[in-house]
């Protein structure tokens, strides 16, 4: 099992950047997939961004395709999600989830979820 503890959210205008990091416990972190996700008030949690084990592989939503970067530590245990060029549409609760299985962009792939961080973009 792991947990998982997610940090670095904020209030941040438009155009601004943020980091998100996402902690791990335990000594097999480089034997998850993780993915972060996000859930905005009244909608449905989305996928963000996903990365493989060793991180050969990434996968992002369309909506943040060029803007958003996901990265991992494995020395670390920890996932990062660089974000640049913030709108206000990218206000939520971020959360990132860990999978046992190999990379997928399906919230219901992932066994792990941590408790999230909310993330608020100004006009």
């Known amino acids: 099992q792991v947990q998982l503890v997610e940090s670095g959210g ?8 943020l980091r998100l990091s996402c902690a791990a416990s335990g000594r097999t972190f480089s034997s998850y997939s993780m993915g972060w996700f996000r859930q905005a008030p009244g909608k449905e949690r989305e996928f963000v961004a ?3 084990r060793t991180a050969s592989t990434t996968y992002y939503a369309d909506s943040v ?18 974000m ?15 999978s046992v299985k190999v990379v997928r962009t399906t919230s219901t792939w992932y066994d792990y979820w941590g408790q999230g961080t909310q993330v608020t973009v100004s006009s």
């Open 50 to 52: 996903a990365i493989s």
């Open 10 to 17: 904020g209030l941040v205008q438009a155009g601004g950047s």
């Open 65 to 82: 395709k060029g803007r958003f970067t996901i990265s991992r530590d494995n020395a670390k245990n920890t996932v990062y999600l660089e």
């Open 84 to 98: 640049s060029s913030l709108k206000p549409e990218d206000t939520a609760v971020y959360y990132c989830a860990a």
